[in-house]
């Protein structure tokens, strides 16, 4: 049995969160945007792509300008950072915090080479003393709640990420851990082991502090399963958001039936206008190319009409290509 459920709010250190359904990290993807859509469609909160540490310390231009826009729709927010040295850990903590960050969330768990080959992400699994220095220095750079989200472990059969979630709880008092219960190296591959999501709630049961469970979770039937199976407190959708925000809705009782075509459509014009704000019409253009098939296969299109979008040139272009493929009174709008 699940402790709670998913419509229920709870709280991850003195933040509060309005239900226990959440927008998980999305790497290359979860900007302001769409964290604010999650939220409009119902996420009690929604975690930031990954940024880094030293980006902040730095105050790298675009890693300030872009990876750290913050929306003031979109509180509480949490704002998840990666890295390997403490002290410019705490400093990019700080400089998140002051952007207005409401919690500080450590990258622990990113299967990606380049991630893992500097000594952050799910290397991190590997070094337990530096993981536990880290979330310690985000907590005193950055006077936030620090969250962590970590892999099962590196190869297949190995547990150590379980292992470090407690002592991440017990010697530096992180306030939620959010468990992906498949190792590193599989990244996506197979299936997930919410076995062990459930054994870390019973090893931190009377803690406090909220286990999350994430991985796999891409249509609402597998989140409910994974719930109920992991006994978790809360959930964390990644995949099963990508032109899906509808999800959250599911999840929350505020829908039953599946989005119309001309729900898809509006939905897929406004990220196009949310990623125009964010990037300029130029940049924007280009960026926008990764949400179209997530939307249109949705509709129906076929491989062919989907790929058309790919070769557009700019949103003005797409946004004509989409009134001719698919006739629907949203474009009117």
């Known amino acids: 049995m699940s402790r709670a459920p998913l419509t229920s ?21 979860g900007n302001w945007f769409v964290r604010v859509q999650a939220r409009r469609h119902g996420a009690g909160l929604a975690v930031s792509e990954m940024v880094s540490s030293f980006g902040l310390h730095f105050r790298n231009e675009r890693t300030m300008t872009e990876l750290l826009r913050i ?19 705490a400093s990019g903590a700080a400089v998140a915090a002051e ?12 299967p990606v080479r380049k ?8 290397e991190l699994l590997r070094r337990p003393e530096l993981a536990v220095a880290l979330a310690r220095a985000a907590a005193e750079g950055s006077g936030l709640p620090v969250t962590v989200k970590l892999r099962s472990g590196i ?3 190995d547990r150590s990420g379980v292992d470090l979630a407690v002592r991440l709880v017990e010697e530096a008092r992180v306030a939620a851990i959010a468990l992906h219960p498949r190792s590193a190296v599989v990244r996506h591959k197979g299936a997930p082991d919410y076995g062990l999501v459930s054994e870390l ?19 609402a039937e597998r989140v409910r399963r994974a719930h109920r199976e992991s006994r978790a407190d809360a959930v964390m959708i990644a995949r099963g958001a990508l032109g899906n925000p509808w999800i959250f809705e599911e999840l929350t009782g505020r829908r039953a039936a599946p989005p119309t075509d001309e729900e898809i459509v509006r939905e897929l014009l406004w990220t196009m206008e949310g990623a125009e704000r964010h990037l300029g019409p130029r940049r924007a253009g280009q960026y926008a190319k990764k949400f179209y098939p997530w939307y249109l296969e949705r509709m129906g299109l076929t491989r062919r009409e989907a790929g058309a979008f790919q070769r557009t040139r700019d949103l003005d272009e797409a946004r004509a290509l989409l009134n001719e493929v698919v006739k629907t009174p949203a474009l009117a709008a």
């Open 201 to 219: 709630v019973d090893r931190l049961d009377g803690s406090g502090v909220p286990v999350i469970v994430s991985g796999g979770l891409d249509t």
């Open 71 to 89: 929306h003031p729709s979109e509180h509480p927010v949490s704002i998840q950072l990666f890295g390997h040295d403490p002290e410019v850990m």
């Open 99 to 110: 952007a207005g960050a409401d919690l500080i969330d450590i990258n622990m768990g990113c």
């Open 9 to 29: 709010p709870f709280r991850i250190g003195d933040v509060e969160i309005a239900n226990r359904v959440l927008l998980a990290p999305l790497a290359g993807i």
């Open 115 to 122: 991630v893992r080959k500097v000594g952050a992400g799910a």
């Open 155 to 157: 190869e297949p059969g």
